[in-house]
């Protein structure tokens, strides 16, 4: 039975951390029992990877390689080795309650399951008039661009086929950081690459209604008007990256992704616990 026909796919969830060490103790318990839970370290400094393994001990540790959002996701899903992966907020915004209609929406044919907060069953307690605004505007923006018909273009829960990881052809982890910022597609234009990438290869995308709930503790990073600009460039030059592949190499096509089958274990940093487990196995 291959990987897209099981009806009991593993399901690897990717959680990027930095400082985030008093939500992960409110989050983690929470998650429903999968394959495996991969948190992604930025460098935390409050001890967000010792209360992770604290409150969950079977998580897999994984230190990004550079700065951003981007980057620890890049190494989450290199790291993975479920069928399914599960994108999934550290800050208490996501409900690990809709992890299930994600994989469902997969198992029953899609592609790439897309969170939204403005399809049926959505809704957030966070989103300002202002962001939801920008938000509906950018989702034009896309949907012309792309021929697609996003609802919440600017929504970082989602689930994937782990086959589709070239697709997104991330930055190689081991590429230097430019000394003047970050590489492009390290930083929080993610969601959109990640979005517009899918599109451009012409696969199955299904958006699922999930409701934002409010950060538990600390502040978010959100900056409307920054942010909003940067997603807008993110449509512009991922617009201009198809169009040229088209031209030139043709974008990454499902057919030629499907050897993305072994997962980067070197990546992860086991601690005693796990090298006993693995010692047993």
């Known amino acids: 039975m291959s990987r897209r026909s099981a009806m009991s796919p593993t399901v ?16 983690l318990p929470q998650l429903p029992k ?16 010792e209360t992770a393994r604290e409150v969950l001990p079977e998580v897999l540790v994984v230190r990004q390689t550079r700065k951003g959002k981007g980057n620890a996701l890049a190494a989450g899903f290199l790291a993975a080795s479920g069928d399914i992966i599960v994108m999934f907020d550290a800050d208490g915004s996501a409900d690990p309650a809709e992890i299930p209609a994600f994989v469902q929406a997969l198992v029953d044919g899609a592609d790439f399951a897309k969170g939204s907060r403005f399809a049926p069953g959505g809704g957030s307690e966070d989103i300002t008039r202002l962001r939801s605004a920008g938000n509906h505007g950018l989702n034009l923006a896309a949907n012309l661009a792309f021929g ?17 990881v070239t697709v997104i052809d991330l930055p190689a982890l ?7 910022g970050m590489l492009w597609g390290d930083g ?63 974008v990454t096509q499902l057919a030629n992704v499907r050897d993305h089958h072994h997962p980067r274990t070197d990546l992860i940093e086991f601690d005693g616990r796990h090298e006993l487990v693995e010692q047993m196995a």
């Open 188 to 250: 929080f234009e993610i969601e959109t690459i990640i979005n517009c990438r899918m599109a451009a290869a012409g696969l199955r995308i299904h958006e699922v209604g999930s409701v934002e709930l409010s950060r538990i503790y600390g502040e978010s990073n959100l900056r409307t008007f920054s942010d909003g600009f940067r997603v807008l460039r993110t449509i512009g030059a991922e617009w201009r990256r198809a169009r040229a592949r088209r031209r030139g190499t043709t």
């Open 12 to 27: 690897s969830i990717i959680v990027p951390v930095k400082n985030e060490a008093a939500n992960l103790r409110e989050v």
């Open 34 to 49: 999968v394959h495996e839970v991969i948190v992604v370290d930025g460098n935390s400094v409050d001890g967000s990877v």
């Open 148 to 164: 697609t018909r996003f609802s919440d273009l600017c929504y970082g829960y989602n689930a994937f086929w782990r086959d589709l």
């Open 174 to 180: 081991d590429l230097p950081a430019p000394e003047s």
